[in-house]
């Protein structure tokens, strides 16, 4: 789920609370809110300096196996590496009282934990932190561009697309509750994404799902959208929701999708989340070579993922949806980007300069790629499509107009319409006598008011904060937020009151009784300990006692400054020791 969704479920309280946060305070002192925060790069930089090792260590964890889903609190531990029990505990409890990670139950069973899906990318940079990456040198070699290596229509325009199919062929369903088979196979010839593109990503449907994969796929998407809404027994176009997704600029809602599909499409891919949170950091419209990502992978320090495959995975699905270009050199593959994945969170927006239609006497409308999408919308419900490519051409025709007709449209409307997107430009009169005249003509029967097409403001509808982002949030079906509230390390340590407190005070020798006392309640709280061996002071993460007769020995993790070691020790291989309760009596 994205940030504003996390913030429908959260109460006021909580959000002021997590700004409480020690790791918030440069955020504070700038007046944000806590969806401000989590989602400004300055806030976030601060916030990450801020953090305690424990808590560096655990969102670097999160994030080695997080997917656009729950992590199982198993999973997330077993990630902890050199850290013990508690202090890895400790360090998730400052995250979760920051807002940053969310506790979730499912049912009455384990607890998961989550992120809000549009940060992943937003914290990436902060937490796996790399050099430059280097351009490609356009110079020298030969280049090769292939045609089925080239960019397709940014998804904006395939979705738009697909409505118009959806608008021409009507929203009925058939007895089944499903869409005809002609229009489905209308709705795969308007998109470049295909069913073994999307299932290769990571693309699941419900079992009852009666489409494919790509048609599923954009079906689902225009419901998140909210463009379209399951009304009995057909579709129903939300036309306020249509108008405000077509008044956004052609950029930002490119950036929008990206979103939403990497939350949809990756859930359960992290190597894919991984390489895409790379991609956008390069510099949109510049080329870069694939072996210069490559390279960067191992520099992540994130084992047991599938690089090489996730990486060609990634490109072709991005060159798919239209926003990544390939291309050749010699024998390695290029890329750049078409868009601006991360402009949602870009300050400095590229400014909307629509451009007007151009209206030939012949009924040819020569559309610009600049033309907004408001306009585009209309030219597929009373014209032609010719051509689909940087000067795109629809042509008005006695058979266009007798359709729009037939569904609610008029000459005068579609005249007024002309005029409004060639910029108020009067059309020539033999065009607009040719409008009259086939509207005269016309024949069949108007389609009653639900199959009419929608009508959309022509005038550009600003909204105030934007279009709102959201996903299906399937992987959080029936779970249920916890109160972050409970979420103290005291509560992870049990007894503590009934602890000597000269035990987590300072550094002391005790008989070995003591000593086995302290490492027995150590390990209980999956705790460290302090030893004080040769003069020097380590930590000591207990892992189990082995007794035999009247001796004993305890075997765990030494940490040293240079490395982390398994060693076996027996009490009078240190001279002091000190029990460490994280976040109560210190850290080590």
Same mark, same amino acid.
């Given at each position: 789920?994205?940030?504003?969704?996390?913030?429908?479920?959260?109460?006021?309280?909580?959000?002021q609370?997590?700004m409480?946060?020690?790791?918030w305070?440069?955020?504070?002192?700038?007046?944000?809110?806590?969806?401000?925060?989590?989602?400004?790069?300055?806030?976030?930089?601060?916030?990450v300096?801020?953090?305690?090792?424990?808590?560096?260590?655990?969102?670097?964890?999160?994030?080695s196996?997080?997917?656009?889903?729950p992590?199982?609190?198993?999973?997330?531990?077993?990630?902890?590496?050199?850290?013990?029990?508690a202090?890895?505990?400790?360090?998730?409890?400052?995250?979760q009282?920051?807002?940053?990670?969310?506790?979730?139950?499912?049912?009455?069973?384990?607890r998961?934990y989550?992120?809000?899906?549009?940060?992943?990318?937003?914290?990436?940079?902060?937490?796996?932190p790399?050099?430059?990456?280097?351009?490609?040198d356009t110079?020298?070699?030969?280049?090769?561009?292939?045609?089925?290596?080239?960019?397709?229509?940014?998804?904006?325009?395939q979705?738009?697309?697909?409505?118009?199919?959806?608008?021409?062929?009507?929203?009925?369903?058939?007895?089944?509750?499903?869409?005809?088979?002609?229009?489905?196979?209308?709705?795969?010839?308007?998109?470049s994404?295909?069913?073994s593109?999307?299932?290769?990503?990571?693309?699941?449907?419900?079992?009852?799902?009666?489409?494919?994969?790509?048609?599923?796929?954009?079906?689902?998407?225009?419901?998140?959208?909210?463009?379209?809404?399951?009304?009995?027994?057909?579709?129903?176009?939300?036309?306020?929701?249509?108008?405000?997704?077509?008044?956004?600029?052609?950029?930002?809602?490119?950036? *929008? #999708?990206f979103q +939403?599909?990497?939350?949809?499409? !990756?859930e359960?891919? $992290?190597? /894919?989340?991984?390489?895409?949170?790379? @991609?956008?950091?390069?510099?949109?419209?510049?080329?870069?070579?694939?072996?210069?990502?490559?390279?960067?992978?191992?520099?992540?320090?994130?084992?047991?993922?599938?690089?090489?495959q996730?990486?060609?995975?990634c490109l072709?699905?991005?060159?798919?949806f239209g926003?990544?270009?390939?291309?050749?050199?010699?024998?390695s593959?290029?890329?750049?980007?078409?868009?601006i994945? *991360? #402009?949602?969170? +870009?300050?400095?927006?590229?400014? !909307?300069?629509?451009? $007007?239609? /151009?209206?030939?006497?012949?009924?040819d @409308?020569?559309?610009?790629?600049?033309?907004p999408?408001?306009?585009?919308?209309?030219?597929?419900?009373?014209?032609?499509?010719?051509?689909?490519?940087?000067?795109s051409?629809?042509?008005?025709?006695?058979g266009?107009?007798?359709?729009?007709i037939?569904?609610?449209?008029?000459?005068?409307?579609?005249?007024?319409?002309?005029?409004?997107?060639?910029?108020?430009?009067?059309?020539?009169?033999?065009?607009?006598?040719?409008?009259?005249?086939?509207?005269?003509?016309?024949?069949?029967d108007?389609?009653?008011?639900?199959?009419?097409?929608?009508?959309?403001?022509?005038?550009?509808?600003?909204?105030q904060?934007?279009?709102?982002?959201r996903?299906?949030?399937?992987a959080?079906?029936?779970?249920?937020?916890m109160?972050h509230?409970?979420?103290?390390?005291?509560?992870?340590?049990?007894?503590?009151?009934?602890?000597?407190i000269?035990?987590?005070?300072?550094?002391?020798?005790?008989?070995h009784?003591?000593r086995?006392?302290?490492?027995?309640?150590?390990?209980s709280?999956?705790?460290?300990?302090?030893?004080?061996?040769?003069?020097?002071?380590?930590?000591?993460?207990?892992?189990?006692?082995?007794?035999?007769?009247?001796?004993?020995?305890?075997t765990?993790?030494?940490?040293?400054?240079e490395?982390?070691?398994?060693?076996?020790l027996t009490?009078?291989?240190?001279?002091g020791?000190?029990?460490?309760?994280?976040?109560?009596?210190?850290?080590?």
């Amino acid at each position: 789920m994205f940030v504003q969704q996390w913030s429908e479920k959260l109460a006021n309280d909580a959000k002021q609370q997590f700004m409480k946060s020690p790791l918030w305070f440069e955020a504070r002192e700038r007046g944000l809110n806590w969806e401000e925060a989590v989602t400004n790069r300055g806030s976030i930089q601060a916030a990450v300096d801020r953090m305690d090792d424990a808590s560096f260590a655990v969102l670097r964890a999160f994030y080695s196996c997080f997917g656009a889903g729950p992590v199982s609190e198993e999973r997330l531990f077993s990630l902890r590496e050199g850290l013990s029990g508690a202090e890895f505990r400790y360090g998730l409890i400052q995250l979760q009282n920051a807002g940053i990670v969310f506790a979730l139950r499912q049912g009455w069973g384990e607890r998961l934990y989550a992120m809000p899906s549009d940060c992943f990318m937003l914290w990436h940079p902060y937490l796996f932190p790399l050099g430059h990456l280097p351009a490609a040198d356009t110079t020298s070699g030969l280049w090769e561009q292939r045609k089925e290596d080239m960019a397709g229509k940014p998804f904006g325009r395939q979705l738009l697309a697909v409505w118009a199919e959806l608008a021409l062929s009507g929203l009925g369903l058939t007895a089944k509750g499903v869409l005809p088979k002609k229009t489905t196979a209308k709705l795969m010839q308007a998109v470049s994404i295909t069913d073994s593109g999307l299932l290769q990503s990571g693309w699941q449907q419900e079992e009852s799902d009666p489409y494919g994969p790509a048609v599923s796929f954009v079906l689902t998407l225009s419901r998140q959208l909210g463009v379209l809404a399951h009304e009995g027994k057909r579709l129903r176009w939300k036309e306020e929701t249509l108008a405000a997704w077509f008044s956004e600029g052609g950029h930002m809602r490119e950036a *929008l #999708l990206f979103q +939403v599909c990497l939350v949809e499409l !990756l859930e359960k891919k $992290p190597a /894919m989340w991984h390489v895409m949170a790379l @991609l956008t950091r390069l510099e949109p419209g510049t080329w870069y070579s694939e072996a210069v990502i490559a390279d960067q992978f191992p520099m992540l320090e994130i084992n047991n993922l599938e690089w090489d495959q996730s990486r060609g995975a990634c490109l072709d699905l991005l060159r798919s949806f239209g926003w990544m270009e390939l291309a050749r050199a010699g024998g390695s593959r290029m890329f750049r980007w078409t868009m601006i994945p *991360l #402009l949602l969170h +870009v300050e400095q927006r590229p400014a !909307l300069t629509p451009e $007007p239609v /151009m209206v030939e006497p012949n009924g040819d @409308l020569l559309v610009p790629p600049g033309c907004p999408y408001r306009i585009r919308w209309e030219l597929e419900l009373v014209a032609d499509r010719r051509t689909d490519d940087q000067l795109s051409v629809w042509q008005l025709t006695r058979g266009s107009m007798e359709r729009a007709i037939t569904h609610g449209r008029s000459a005068a409307s579609v005249i007024a319409f002309l005029q409004a997107a060639s910029g108020r430009v009067p059309i020539s009169p033999l065009l607009e006598t040719s409008l009259m005249d086939w509207e005269k003509q016309a024949e069949g029967d108007i389609k009653p008011p639900e199959e009419a097409y929608p009508e959309l403001p022509l005038e550009l509808q600003s909204e105030q904060g934007g279009f709102p982002l959201r996903c299906s949030g399937r992987a959080f079906a029936g779970c249920e937020l916890m109160n972050h509230e409970d979420f103290r390390i005291e509560r992870f340590l049990p007894e503590l009151e009934r602890v000597p407190i000269n035990w987590m005070q300072q550094l002391r020798s005790y008989h070995h009784s003591t000593r086995l006392e302290i490492l027995e309640r150590a390990l209980s709280w999956q705790a460290p300990v302090q030893l004080r061996m040769n003069e020097d002071v380590v930590a000591f993460v207990p892992a189990r006692l082995e007794k035999s007769g009247s001796g004993w020995a305890v075997t765990g993790l030494l940490r040293e400054p240079e490395a982390c070691r398994e060693v076996c020790l027996t009490p009078e291989m240190w001279e002091g020791m000190k029990l460490v309760a994280p976040g109560v009596s210190g850290f080590v």
